[in-house]
Structures are given as structure tokens and as C-alpha cells.
């Protein structure tokens, strides 16, 4: 969020070089803008982590705070005090324990949908497509119905969320796609294999915008999109889990007569119900309700940190307590949130940008095998690109946060993947040496994906949380569908160069390159447009704005979208 802040209104003071408070009435100093390190590699010897963190905002001011205070059924109601104040040395502590408390368990939960998710792509190595009598264009199907369940899922499953509660709904969702995952053992032919593909994406859609929006309860808009490079890099290291345990699962083919991959479905679907039955104990529903019998009587966080957990918060983004965590979205409201076009470039974005890559991700392991690659070997061979994945996507993911720009650096993945992409349409891949082919397709994969800084953008630019509720589904739904799109580009008849489809490939990519430079000039425009109107204002005009306005979420003219 960027709300802009009423200052020189009366008699109030405005920021100074060694502390801010805006009311002198016995409110005590803030901390100084500029003395925030986001990251520990920015803090020098001289940073002082016992000066004041509080940072300036709305509430500062009377005349404004109260156009913004929580609403009278916010869960975290009793923590708010617009007068609480607490150092860097403070924030930093709660910070890490929000880490190992929420966001590492989040981050297993992920493990365990990308073990269920993913295991596929290793079934491929062990005869999957035979045993079932299955064709390469059958597998593309069962892609496209699982991606356009997972698809249809989103919403509802993010607004049954919001209904229940995250630390509910997701933990339940876990249960029962484990359930089914675990079926797979006794798939008989293609019917089986689409209806399990069906029932998972039914399931699991909605898992990953209900995570983020869980996430968005506890950290600052910058602390979220470097925990979500961390919660996608999870999704990477799961990947590598998948490969070293299909390389051990698939060698039990023949085990009471059975073939390693149904093994394979079987035991990982036995991991994630346990990461499920663990989770209903594990989430809390906010920063103010850990207290249980499994969390201990006192819960997690003292009174004071879970002061410092909600003024920080709510200090940098206002708009996070405009609704309860039990409240659910009301079709006036879902239908307001969908026709908000300044997320549609987001989505648009989302839509197109890993389908570049998505082809050669989901044929790698059959490739491997047909360049005479075992299977042990094939499955080995799936780690290198994930390894290189997770340090490119964690540094891009950095890299927008300290340079403060989004659009450009979430660009970069787009060059990296287009010299390898042209070499794939290029060379004779038949013929040519399967090392090379193999190092060139761990180069493209292993590519600094942005989804972790656009997820971000669009919730900082949601402004709501109703409207970051259904924007996040949104979101995912256009990534889904670009994942239907991009597994239908490679067909049988191309087989086995793909030149058709990697022409395709390419000019998707010089799309989505004209697509970025697009959004960027979208938001900027919008933003001066915003500026011309709100600095036309004198004080007290600004003040009745936020007093009469019927504006609401990004709409306001006191909001300016991230870029």
C-alpha cells in the first residue's frame, strides 16, 4: 500500500532530521524513515538498533487517524494503540519469530501440495504411460483438466476461506486432497487418471492465495514478497525432495506386485496427510489468537509482541483491518473485486509470463528418457535446474525490494530464458549430444521467476483486504490458465523437435517483455494522474476527501500503486 499522509495541517509538526511526532501532546517520538534496513545485509556498524522503529502513518494525526481506525469487530482490536512504540531490535526479534512460528510451517504445508502436485512428472519414469495405456496427448489432458480444475477451485475455495478462516479451511483441504492423492495407487486407465487429476485440482485450488492472504495477517508488504521467494523456493527444494524420493519409491516396482509409481503416490500422499492432521494444530487464526492446548495456555507471543505485530502493520497498511478473519465476502463485494481494472494488468501478466518455460519444465523427465536416461539417472538429473531456481528467483526476488522497483526486475526472467528458447528452435535437438540438451533446458529452467514479486504487487496494490482476498484467487486463476495454455504447446505431431512449438514459446516471450513495459506505463500514468489531483488540494480539502469520500481500497486518491 501507498497511502500518502496529510501533513502541515494546523499547528502539526512535520518530519525532522532526529525524531517525528505529530501531536505534542504526550505522544511519544517516532522513528526516523530513513533509518530503516529492510534487510541484514544493509545494516552497517553504525545502525542503531535500540533507536525508536515506529514508523510515521495516518494515525499520528487526529484529524486523519480516525478516518482510518480499525472497525469494531477487528480481531487484534485490543492490541491497537496508535501511541505504542518499540526499536528496531524489537521488530527484528518478532520478525524472526513470526519466521519459525508461521511462515516455515506455511513453507511445509507447500512442500507437501508440491509433493502431491508434482509427482506426476516422475511417474513418467517408471512406465506411467504404458502401464495405463496412455498417450503423450492423454498426459496433456490430464495436465489441462487438473490446471483447469485447480483453476475453477481458486475462488470459491478463497472465499470459503475467508468464511471459515484460513488456519480452517487449509488444513482441511490438505486432508482430503492427501485422501485422494493417496488413490492414485489403484488408477486402472485413462477415466481414473482424469478423474483423479480432476479431484485434486478441485481440492488443492485455492491452497496457495489462501496461504498468502494467512501470511498477509502478520508482515509488512516488503517482508511478505521476500517470504513468498521463500515460500515458492520451498516448492523447488520439494521438487528435489520428489526427485531423491521417487529415485528411492520408484525401485519398489514389483513390491507385492505392484509398480513403483503407485508406491510412489501412495507414500507421499501419506506424508502430506500428516503435514495436514499437524496443520489444524499449527495455525493459529491471527497474531492475537495462539493461545491453545497443543500451543501452550500463554500462546506464542507475549502481549507486547503482539502489540508491536499489529501497530506495524496496520501502521504501514491501514486498509488490513477493514474485516475480521471470520468474515466472508458478500457477491456485492466479490463482484466489486472483480471488475477492479487496476489489478486486470497483474492478471494479464500472470496469464502469460511462465508459459516460456512451462513445456520444457513438465517434458523433462520424459525426455530424459527418451535420450536413453534410466530412470534413477532421469530423476537425478530433475535436481540441477531446481538448485539453480531457487538462488536466481530468492536474488531476483531481493533484487526488486532493494532497488524499489517491481516491473523491470520481474522483466529479467524473460531475457534469461529467450537465448535458450532460440537454441531449442534452432539446433537439431535429435541429433545433437543429450548432455548438451540437458545443460541448455537446466539453464532455461532454472530461470529468476517472478512470482514471487508479482504475487506481492498485487496484493500491495489490492488495498483491501477483501479485495486481497479475491485478487489473489484471480491472480492464481490467470497463472492456472496460463499453465492450461502452455501444456498444449507441445503436441504429439511436433514431435520429437517441437520447432512449432518453440516458435510459439518465443513469441509469447516477446509478448510478454512488450506486456511488462505496458503495466509499468499503466501505473505510472495512473499515479501522476492521482498526484495532479490530490496536490490541487489544500490541507483541509484533503481532510474532507478522506471525511465525505466513497472511494474505497486502490480507488482512493490518497493510494498509489506500487510499480
Given at each position: 500500500m501507498a497511502t500518502v499522509l496529510v501533513q502541515d495541517i494546523g499547528s502539526k509538526k512535520t518530519a525532522t532530521e532526529s525524531t517525528i511526532s505529530l501531536d505534542s501532546d504526550g505522544v511519544p517520538p517516532l522513528g526516523v524513515?530513513?533509518?530503516?534496513?529492510?534487510?541484514?545485509?544493509?545494516?552497517?556498524?553504525?545502525?542503531?538498533?535500540?533507536?525508536?522503529?515506529?514508523?510515521?502513518?495516518?494515525?499520528?494525526?487526529?484529524?486523519?487517524?480516525?478516518?482510518?481506525?480499525?472497525?469494531?469487530?477487528?480481531?487484534?482490536?485490543?492490541?491497537?494503540?496508535?501511541?505504542?512504540?518499540?526499536?528496531?531490535?524489537?521488530?527484528?526479534?518478532?520478525?524472526?519469530?513470526?519466521?519459525?512460528?508461521?511462515?516455515?510451517?506455511?513453507?511445509?504445508?507447500?512442500?507437501?501440495?508440491?509433493?502431491?502436485?508434482?509427482?506426476?512428472?516422475?511417474?513418467?519414469?517408471?512406465?506411467?504411460?504404458n502401464d495405463l495405456h496412455l498417450t503423450t496427448n492423454d498426459y496433456n489432458l490430464g495436465n489441462t483438466v487438473f490446471k483447469l480444475s485447480f483453476l475453477l477451485a481458486e475462488l470459491p475455495s478463497q472465499l470459503v476461506s475467508k468464511w471459515m478462516g484460513p488456519d480452517r479451511w487449509i488444513p482441511s483441504q490438505m486432508v482430503l486432497w492427501s485422501i485422494v492423492a493417496g488413490g492414485q495407487f489403484w488408477l486402472s486407465g485413462r477415466e481414473s487418471f482424469l478423474a483423479t487429476r480432476a479431484l485434486l485440482g478441485i481440492l488443492q485450488g485455492g491452497f496457495i492465495p489462501d496461504v498468502i492472504l494467512y501470511l498477509s495477517y502478520f508482515y509488512k508488504h516488503h517482508e511478505l514478497s521476500i517470504r513468498l521467494g521463500f515460500f515458492w523456493t520451498m516448492m523447488s527444494v520439494a521438487d528435489i525432495l520428489s526427485a531423491l524420493l521417487a529415485a528411492g519409491f520408484l525401485q519398489m516396482r514389483g513390491v507385492l506386485g505392484y509398480a513403483g509409481w503407485r508406491w510412489l503416490f501412495l507414500l507421499e500422499a501419506l506424508i502430506t496427510l500428516i503435514v495436514g492432521l499437524f496443520s489444524f494444530l499449527l495455525m493459529p487464526a491471527g497474531p492475537c489468537q495462539t493461545a491453545s492446548w497443543f500451543r501452550?495456555?500463554?500462546?506464542?507471543?507475549?502481549?507486547?509482541?503482539?502489540?508491536?505485530?499489529?501497530?506495524?502493520?496496520?501502521?504501514?497498511?491501514?486498509?488490513?483491518?477493514?474485516?475480521?478473519?471470520?468474515?466472508?465476502?458478500?457477491?456485492?463485494?466479490?463482484?466489486?473485486?472483480?471488475?477492479?481494472?487496476?489489478?486486470?494488468?497483474?492478471?494479464?501478466?500472470?496469464?502469460?509470463?511462465?508459459?516460456?518455460?512451462?513445456?520444457?519444465?513438465?517434458?523433462?523427465?520424459?525426455?530424459?528418457?527418451?535420450?536413453?536416461?534410466?530412470?534413477?539417472?532421469?530423476?537425478?538429473?530433475?535436481?540441477?535446474?531446481?538448485?539453480?531456481?531457487?538462488?536466481?528467483?530468492?536474488?531476483?526476488?531481493?533484487?526488486?525490494?532493494?532497488?524499489?522497483?517491481?516491473?523491470?526486475?520481474?522483466?529479467?526472467?524473460?531475457?534469461?530464458?529467450?537465448?535458450?528458447?532460440?537454441?531449442?528452435?534452432?539446433?537439431?535437438?535429435?541429433?545433437?549430444?543429450?548432455?548438451?540438451?540437458?545443460?541448455?533446458?537446466?539453464?532455461?529452467?532454472?530461470?529468476?521467476?517472478?512470482?514471487?514479486?508479482?504475487?506481492?504487487?498485487?496484493?500491495?496494490?489490492?488495498?483491501?483486504?477483501?479485495?486481497?482476498?479475491?485478487?489473489?484467487?484471480?491472480?492464481?486463476?490467470?497463472?492456472?490458465?496460463?499453465?492450461?495454455?502452455?501444456?498444449?504447446?507441445?503436441?504429439?505431431?511436433?514431435?520429437?523437435?517441437?520447432?512449432?512449438?518453440?516458435?510459439?514459446?518465443?513469441?509469447?516471450?516477446?509478448?510478454?517483455?512488450?506486456?511488462?513495459?505496458?503495466?509499468?506505463?499503466?501505473?505510472v500514468l495512473r499515479n501522476r494522474s492521482r498526484d495532479r489531483k490530490w496536490n490541487a488540494m489544500t490541507a483541509e480539502e484533503k481532510l474532507t476527501y478522506l471525511s465525505t469520500t466513497k472511494d474505497e481500497g486502490n480507488k482512493r486518491l490518497d493510494f498509489r500503486f506500487e510499480n
Open positions: 524513515p530513513k533509518e530503516e534496513k529492510r534487510f541484514w545485509f544493509q545494516r552497517t556498524r553504525d545502525f542503531d538498533h535500540e533507536a525508536i522503529a515506529t514508523q510515521p502513518s495516518v494515525f499520528d494525526d487526529a484529524q486523519t487517524a480516525e478516518k482510518y481506525q480499525p472497525r469494531s469487530d477487528w480481531e487484534n482490536l485490543h492490541r491497537f494503540d496508535p501511541k505504542a512504540r518499540w526499536t528496531w531490535t524489537e521488530e527484528y526479534a518478532i520478525v524472526r519469530k513470526i519466521d519459525w512460528r508461521i511462515t516455515v510451517w506455511a513453507c511445509i504445508m507447500f512442500m507437501a501440495l508440491e509433493l502431491d502436485r508434482a509427482n506426476l512428472t516422475q511417474a513418467l519414469t517408471d512406465n506411467f504411460l501452550g495456555k500463554d500462546g506464542w507471543f507475549t502481549p507486547r509482541e503482539e502489540t508491536i505485530i499489529v501497530n506495524r502493520v496496520l501502521r504501514e497498511d491501514p486498509s488490513k483491518s477493514d474485516m475480521h478473519n471470520r468474515q466472508p465476502i458478500t457477491p456485492k463485494l466479490l463482484w466489486k473485486c472483480l471488475k477492479d481494472y487496476d489489478l486486470w494488468p497483474l492478471y494479464i501478466l500472470g496469464l502469460s509470463f511462465q508459459i516460456p518455460a512451462t513445456p520444457e519444465q513438465q517434458y523433462l523427465t520424459l525426455s530424459l528418457r527418451q535420450m536413453k536416461f534410466d530412470t534413477f539417472t532421469s530423476n537425478l538429473l530433475s535436481i540441477p535446474w531446481t538448485a539453480i531456481h531457487i538462488v536466481t528467483m530468492l536474488a531476483n526476488t531481493y533484487a526488486a525490494e532493494i532497488f524499489g522497483e517491481l516491473t523491470f526486475v520481474a522483466m529479467i526472467g524473460q531475457f534469461w530464458i529467450l537465448p535458450f528458447l532460440i537454441y531449442l528452435n534452432v539446433a537439431d535437438t535429435a541429433n545433437a549430444n543429450r548432455w548438451v540438451i540437458w545443460a541448455v533446458t537446466t539453464l532455461l529452467l532454472g530461470y529468476p521467476n517472478a512470482h514471487p514479486i508479482q504475487v506481492g504487487w498485487n496484493s500491495r496494490n489490492s488495498n483491501t483486504v477483501r479485495a486481497r482476498t479475491v485478487s489473489a484467487a484471480c491472480y492464481n486463476m490467470f497463472v492456472q490458465t496460463g499453465g492450461i495454455i502452455a501444456s498444449n504447446i507441445y503436441r504429439a505431431d511436433d514431435a520429437p523437435l517441437y520447432r512449432r512449438g518453440n516458435k510459439q514459446l518465443i513469441a509469447i516471450l516477446a509478448m510478454n517483455i512488450v506486456l511488462y513495459c505496458l503495466t509499468k506505463l499503466y501505473y
